[in-house]
């Protein structure tokens, strides 16, 4: 349905004496002495007051000004935007699994220990490691706590070091991750194939090193081929290699960043293991380790004995809690589900299938988009406007008209080592039908840009908004609604 | 694979296009010798009624649910209208992307817009962000943030915050040369203000206590913001419970600079500790250090109304080491949860719901001290949670209450010395009189 109707805050449809719920009345005596000691609100001035009715329809209203994958293809790079399997939805809504406190006592959640335990086993199989922490929030609450291992580890050596290396193609969460943790970041340039030199490194590694984050593939979809050489580089200095799983959807069944020497690396479930963005969260990051950094992990850990599943706490190298109780739970289990969905054959035909898509649309838009690496690529490919430039049009433009043709456009500016970006990733949940839409819209826009530059300058036209001012709503804040 | 909707013959296709005769040739540019030589050792392929029956037989191995639950502490079983499920569960906001392209994602928008207007309005401040992970990653996040805008070193919380708050920020500031310092609690359960007094000093960036602190005491914030001011620290409260706010002032009014909490009980499950929804408010002078994502009001290219996200030079995809945190993807979701829940109760609604829990509890801690050999152990205010004093160690009344199916609260003694004796006990709206009677009169037999 097109949406017509432009839908006001639901501030402004309030209007006072509604509710949307009705709520049982009070059991007990009423008394008003409680009230002593407290300092208590007057109102709560301009709080909406609406019907169950009016609720519906404005979500309902919101809902449809979303583009989703559950409509169509979602390109962005890195983000892997696979499909949400509606299966899973059902598990995580298990009131026999989602309705326990986290508190409880162990002995009465063993069917929820039981499947985190069984997540981490298959976590650690998939990325060759040796255990798994589930507690981090998200990727880059995963980076930080892994980087935090790394830098207790150096500590109980009496020296935590002092930099970490990053190439400048990674994602902004790992300079800002290892800069939480109290280290310096160290750029590495990309060379010419757009991945890092073992010159530039070892000329770098020193023993004030903590660690190289090393994204495999990278943001350019580029395997790092002598990822081994690399780790020995590192290893040699007394360094440890962080990896950011983020591009794991490219590996899964192919080959193990444990096999390639890293010492620890986190997953986004929310990316590989096809749990939803939901706009913008809850994400699940957890973070693999080798053996050697394992004592150093966050509490609590599971442990089984017998049978029984057990809370250790007591674990004097831990670097402590990084989040309350034990993680995104629900994201856990609807990660679970679908490792066991796919089952080994499964997994390996995601990663493979991804790559294909992948390969499809870098060798269909070969040519009429600039390429700047011809390095092969697995997952993803980073195109740029290159071309288009020549017609005063921009990625931006290009990426606002895909809106008019009812895709999603790929993720913009990003890796910083190419200008212009546009980084794509298909996923392995594309049908071929979808995948040539796009190819057939992306020559169509070059042809657009080439004929009727003004039309993609302006874009999008169809939308349920135009192109939105963000310098405005930079410069001039309003981050909420105020009574007039 | 049913998730997979490339057939045989499109793949033979597709590989010619590419000019490859197998997939196996994409992945030359992995080394031969890192190469899986078979598949993973992995379980399944599991049907779809399989995996149901895989995961009904672990929740039967729950028995949570079989036992009647006073246990609260920063994760609470409050009721849920069913309009949060269902429009929650849209595809529409289930499956998108963080909104990075606007023009498609003014669903999104709208609603972070709303949650931050809400958030303002219960906590008093000006501008709020648009999520963070959790209370307890928002609390490291609120003394960071205050350490950001003093620049100085020592940072004050109170002995009474979450356990597991306490611990999430010790570990977050530990590598960064601050120092944190405890301060204890006083006969009422509430921040010991001479205790404050002497630790606030020159080189202070802030006070993080709780209200309803961890003991379910309700914080003087008045005199604790005039104590931290006077000292030219700033005043953070972080809240477990933001239902309170439905009855007790804005902390914001009450002299709070920054104010963050967890939000599960806004229409999230229990759900085993996770996903729950942190969130962040402040003054809006200290915007330039909010961490995380935030909503904008701006117009598009015709003069119309729309959202965007912004002030995103404070994050780290732009500013990288500079960023004021390294949030990323946050509980975008988790906070439509709670926009639908705090809209469909509404003003009249979360009034009551405050209410309820604030009449129950005191029913029920009236009840329950009356109990021969049962006391409360603070005399502070409270809302939905007491801490009671039994005549023995917790854990062996604990035990017995257990054995007759009563989760009767949760045990202070390993966070807190000389606390061995009490337990804090939670009540909300769920709990009806019934429920509450019955607690008492299996904790009477057991005392006897």
Redesign the interface.
Known sequence: MINVIREPLIFEISSPGKSGVRLPNLDVPEKLDVLEGLTVREDLEGFPEVSETEVTRHFTRLSQMNYCVDFGFYPLGSCTMKYNPKLNEKVAGMASLAGVHPLAPEKLAQGNLELMKTLEKLLCEITGMDAVSLQPAAGAHGELTGMMLIRAYHEAQGNPRKYVLIPDSAHGTNPSSAHICGYVVREIKSNDRGTISLEDLAREMTEEVAALMVTNPNTLGVFESEICQISEIVHAKGGFVYMDGANLNALAGITRPGDMKVDVLHLNLHKTFSTPHGGGGPGSGPVAVKKILEPYLPVPIIEEKDGQYHLNYNRPKSIGRVKSFYGQFLVMLKALAYILALGPAGLREMTEIAVLNSNYIRKSLEGVYHLKYDSPTLHECVFSDKFQKDFGVSNLDISKRLLDYGLHPPTMSFPLIVHGALMIEPTETESRRDLDLFIEAMKAIDREARENPELLRTAPHITYVRRLDEVQAARNPILRWEKK | ?S????SEQ??K???A????ES?ED??????E????KG????????S?PE??E????????????R?L?F?G???Y?H?I?A?V???S????????????????????L??I??F???I???TGL???N??L?????GAAEAVLMANRVKNKKRLLVASNV?P??R??I???T????LEVVEIPYDRLGRVDQKGLESALNSHTSVLLCQSPNYFGV?ED??SLGELTHRHDALLAVVISEPLS??????PG??GADIVTG?AQSFGL????????LGFMACKKEF?RQLPG??????????G?R???L????R?????????T??????????A?RAT?Y????????????A??N???A??ALETLTAIPGVSRKFG??VFNEFVLEFPTDWNRIKQKL?EKGI?GG?ALGEAYQGLEKCALVTIT?KH??EK?DRYAQVLREVLK
Not at chain 2, 3 to 6: A, E, F, K, R
Not at chain 2, 26 to 31: K, M, R, S, V
Not at chain 2, 133 to 137: E, K, M, N, V
Not at chain 2, 345 to 351: P, T
């Open positions: 694979m998730y997979i909707p490339i499109d793949k296709e597709m590989l296009r590419i000019g490859v997939v994409l992945f030359c540019c992995i080394p010798s890192i190469r899986l598949l993973l050792n992995l379980p399944g392929p599991l779809e995996i149901l895989y995961f009904e037989e672990r929740g039967k191995k729950n028995s949570f649910d036992y639950s246990l502490g920063g994760a079983d009721f209208p309009v499920d269902y429009l569960s849209r595809g529409e906001f289930v499956s998108p992307y963080t909104p990075y392209q606007p023009e498609v994602s003014q669903g999104t709208q609603v817009f709303e931050q207007t809400l303002c309005q219960l000006d501008i709020a648009a999520s992970y959790d209370g307890a990653t979450h597991e708050y611990q999430v010790y570990t977050y530990r590598n960064l040369g309700v914030l008045k706010l439905g009855l007790l002032e804005a009014k009450l967890e499950p229990l759900s085993y500790g996770g996903p729950y915007v994502r935030i909503a904008g009001q701006t117009v598009d290219a015709e119309r729309g959202f965007v912004t002030l995103s030079t994050e780290q995809h732009i500013r990288r080491e500079k960023a945190s390294n949030i990323c993807t946050n509980q975008a979701h988790c439509l639908i705090l809209e469909t109760l509404g003003r009249q609604g979360l009034k009551k719901m209410w309820l604030l009449q129950k005191a029913y502070g205010p257990e989760l949760l709206e009806s009189r509450i």
